[in-house]
């Protein structure tokens, strides 16, 4: 008789007992496919997506929603939660919204997961949401509908957007709203450079975001921060309009900004690089903690700008000031070329002084020449290192 090692038994037991865990986790692959969906791009496989969400959502264990190659076209979808188990949904092919902007309606999104916890949705394929038409009524003046953002994601605890590719959306592209914990890395979103309100990724009201090796070319905010956001941090290539924190302050009672992290990205063409803007309106909000380091700037027309004083078209707010206070904010290691004279712009609130603000190894040229300005308003702080254009703190 052969008799077997306690260990080698041991780890027998336990390839055996992952090999059942392979099986199980394979049985729980939900193929749209198998639901109906068509991969030819023009029937309507929104009922087929649904019917695979519910099933993935309502197993007792972990789950997968597979989206092979092919396009597919949905109507606007609500995934739902609460689920049952963590889930993923696995996008290889492409979705693709109607030529006819209209058929999204007037619900604001396109795609939407809400209330979901334990959430991935990754992989190689695309989300299309045709967006040119609904940019075209807009600028004609005729009658549109409200616009849709692509892939919204409403109180959504420990998720992960990975690997997806975001084209032509009518307004902003992925939106994380009331979420915690959630982390987007190697996703790439584009659209026209004229494109209105194409915002890359909008963050509200959430906490714990990471955005890592992004790639976001948009006619908008590359990155827009809303308040109540509390993100740890991101490692991203930026080459769309700009990062910006706001528009903070359009309502009084409004939540801050804190402890937002920008590291090793690169700014190439955009009409604004790192930016704070605040409306001129009182507000209890604020802005604090925030750091800018390893920033490359590559013909950016106003790569550090803080503006205190917007007020589109001076309506609201022309007599008024902003209220949103701002401090402790540092910009270290900021290289590159202006596209416009003034390389660094901070015009803060009369009532309420920026403060704390921190500069280290500026070196930021204008194109046109070697000599870049930098202009203050309301501002203190300290400085340290090489500082150009000259500090006017």
């Not at 496989?45 to 099933?55: E, G, R, V, Y």
């Not at 027309?301 to 004083?309: K, R, T, V």
Request: with cysteine; hydrophobic share 35%.
């Amino acid at each position: 008789m052969k008799i077997q090692h306690p260990q080698m038994s041991s780890i027998l037991f336990l390839h055996f007992l992952l090999s059942i865990f392979c099986i199980a986790q394979g049985a729980l692959t939900y193929n749209v496919i198998k639901f109906a969906a068509k991969p030819d791009g023009i029937t309507d496989a929104t009922q087929a997506f649904l019917k695979a969400w519910t099933s993935g959502c309502t197993a007792m264990e972990a789950s997968t929603i597979y989206v092979p190659k092919g396009r597919y076209l949905l109507k606007a979808v609500e995934f739902r939660g609460p689920c049952k188990n963590p889930i993923k949904v696995q996008i290889d092919g492409t979705l693709i919204a109607a030529m006819d902007y209209w058929a999204l309606g007037n619900s604001g999104y396109w795609i939407l997961f809400i209330q979901v916890n334990r959430l991935a949705v990754i992989g190689a394929g695309s989300i299309d949401a045709k967006g040119a038409g609904f940019w075209a009524c807009r600028k004609s003046g005729q009658n549109c509908p409200v616009g849709a953002r692509s892939i919204t994601f409403n109180w959504v605890n420990d998720a992960q957007i990975s690997g997806l590719t975001s084209i032509n959306s009518q307004l902003m592209h992925l939106v994380i709203n009331s979420c915690n914990n959630v982390r987007v890395s190697n996703v790439k979103i584009i659209a026209p450079d004229l494109s209105p309100n194409t915002d890359g990724i909008h963050v509200q009201s959430s906490t714990g975001v990471t955005i890592t090796n992004t790639l976001i070319k948009t006619g908008d905010d590359c990155i827009s921060i809303g308040p109540g956001t509390i993100i740890y941090g991101w490692k991203e290539y930026n080459a769309g309009r700009d990062m910006e924190s706001g528009s903070l302050g359009r309502s009084y009672n409004e939540k801050g900004v804190q402890n937002v992290t920008l590291i090793n990205s690169v700014f190439s063409g955009s009409d604004n690089g790192i930016r704070i803007k605040t409306w001129a309106r009182p507000s209890t909000g604020f802005v604090t903690n925030i750091n800018y380091r390893n920033i490359v700037m590559k013909n950016v027309e106003n790569p550090i700008i803080i503006d205190q004083n917007y007020c589109p078209n001076n309506e609201g707010c022309p007599s008024e000031t902003s209220g949103i206070k701002i401090n402790q904010v540092t910009y270290e290691n900021i290289q590159g070329t202006s596209a416009t004279q003034v390389a660094m712009a901070f015009d803060c609130s009369p009532t309420n002084p920026c403060s704390g603000i921190k500069l280290k190894d500026i070196k930021l040229t204008y194109l046109k020449s070697e000599k870049a300005q930098s202009f203050c308003n309301n501002i203190g702080g300290t400085v340290g290192g090489l500082i150009l254009p000259d500090n006017c703190l």
